[in-house]
T-cell receptor, first 112, second 115 residues
Framework: AQSVTQPDIHITVSEGASLELRCNYSYGATPYLFWYVQSPGQGLQLLLKYFSGDTLVQGIKGFEAEFKRSQSSFNLRKPSVHWSDAAEYFCAVSGSARQLTFGSGTQLTVLP | DVKVTQSSRYLVKRTGEKVFLECVQDMDHENMFWYRQDPGLGLRLIYFSYDVKMKEKGDIPEGYSVSREKKERFSLILESASTNQTSMYLC??????????????FGPGTRLTVL
């Protein structure tokens, strides 16, 4: 069965600082990987996805993520965080059954 | 833009009531999903459907049922609501084939409180 681990429950960064959110997955074959963001009281918005090809993928709002097969990781990065990035971030993996398995989420706080 | 709408943003019901949560998508997606979201647990799949009249159990189907009579509409039913079903419910949809397969688009969610 597939699974996703987001080891950081809560991360706090200052505005303008760089950000890295960690995601580790477990899946037997090449996975499809996703990052979603959820603003307070809202549904989930897709930030980016990896299906195949270039292991560094670019997403919306200046985010990028790198797929590292050897480490079973798909970490999300942003070089300079804005106050509007404060939200909860979810990593997800999709296997052969077309279902998504989500991590438990990382809450991001941005200090002025 | 993909649009997934849910019938209510907030809902308050009493224990034992029958509750209907409605979800409609306008992108002709074949697949539709219902999740519940609880703090520290992320999103957990309740039921999903790959076609009209078709449904499959997810990871936590107990206490829930679903209905999909039309392609664009997927309903979640709580036959007899209980307090442990107080949660945020999220609906999602996706294509079955093509370059966007497996990319799920989410509605805004329904926050259900069962008293």
């Amino acid at each position: 069965a597939q699974s996703v681990t987001q080891p950081d429950i809560h991360i706090t960064v200052s505005e303008g600082a760089s950000l890295e959110l960690r995601c580790n997955y477990s899946y037997g074959a090449t996975p499809y990987l996703f990052w979603y963001v959820q603003s307070p009281g809202q549904g989930l918005q897709l930030l980016l996805k990896y299906f195949s090809g270039d292991t560094l993928v670019q997403g919306i709002k200046g985010f990028e993520a790198e797929f590292k097969r050897s480490q079973s990781s798909f970490n999300l990065r942003k070089p300079s965080v804005h106050w509007s990035d404060a939200a909860e971030y979810f990593c997800a993996v999709s296997g052969s059954a077309r279902q998504l398995t989500f991590g438990s989420g990382t809450q991001l706080t941005v200090l002025p | 833009d993909v649009k997934v709408t849910q019938s209510s943003r907030y809902l308050v019901k009493r224990t034992g009531e029958k509750v209907f949560l409605e979800c409609v998508q306008d992108m002709d997606h074949e697949n539709m999903f219902w999740y519940r979201q609880d703090p520290g647990l992320g999103l957990r799949l309740i039921y999903f459907s790959y076609d009209v009249k078709m449904k499959e159990k997810g990871d936590i189907p107990e206490g829930y049922s679903v209905s999909r009579e039309k392609k664009e509409r997927f309903s979640l039913i709580l036959e007899s609501a209980s307090t442990n079903q107080t949660s945020m419910y999220l609906c999602a949809s996706s294509f079955s084939s093509g370059p966007s397969t497996d990319t799920q688009y989410f509605g805004p969610g329904t926050r259900l409180t069962v008293l």
